[in-house]
């Protein structure tokens, strides 16, 4: 089905230049001379190179219909957060080995049964999104130094899956704290 440029949104999975491509980011641009145009930074399945492609607000894509599937992760196969990731799906109890290239950076926000969705097309995995946020335990941080009542200072901490985040400074070891899965930022106290 055909979907104008401007439609296009992050993590959809189209037919472009005869391949498939799955969409990591798009921004719209508007020069101050020139028509708008939309910059989409495609990923393509068949080859994993990363291409930033210029679409004109006028371009028709080939949208593909793909699965999305809630599916839970159990646990990562190498043990050293490289992949590949285990998943289960949530309705059939298959499990799904994905490649860790797949999630890039978001692997480091895994943890046991936390549930996500995978975009599948033709029995194989394009993609995982992630939640928002996620609950993580601070695993080791600074303690609070005497007489910090600044409160827009943050601190270095080390959560449960070995991520690097920035807390306030009253946050202490063995605290859960929601973090946003797309920036990395800290949300809040859990």
Not at 21 to 41: C, F
Not at 52 to 78: H, P, Q, W
Not at 95 to 102: A, F, R, T, Y
Not at 123 to 128: F, K
Request: hydrophobic share 35%; aromatic share 6%; glycine share 10%.
């Amino acid at each position: 089905m055909p979907i104008k440029a401007t439609d296009v949104k992050r993590g959809q999975a189209l037919l472009f230049e005869g391949q498939l491509q799955v969409v990591l980011d798009t921004d719209h641009v508007k020069p101050g001379k020139g028509p708008a145009y939309v910059q989409a930074k495609m990923k393509n399945v068949d080859t994993g190179t990363i291409k930033t492609n210029r679409l004109n607000s006028s371009d028709k894509l080939e949208d593909v219909s793909i699965d999305r599937r809630a599916m839970s992760f159990l646990y990562d196969g190498s043990g050293h957060g490289k992949g590949p990731y285990v998943f289960m799906d949530q309705e059939t109890f298959d499990q799904m080995e994905i490649e860790g290239d797949l999630l890039g950076t978001d692997s480091q926000w895994l943890v046991e049964n936390l549930v996500c969705t995978i975009m599948i097309f033709d029995g194989r995995a394009l993609g995982v999104e992630l939640p928002p946020s996620v609950e993580l335990e601070v695993t080791e941080t600074a303690p609070q130094p005497k007489g910090a009542t600044a409160t827009n200072q943050l601190k270095e901490a080390t959560v449960e899956t070995g991520a690097r985040v920035r807390v306030p400074p009253f946050i202490e070891n063995g605290q859960r704290v929601r973090i946003n899965t797309e920036s990395g930022e800290y949300l809040g106290k859990a």
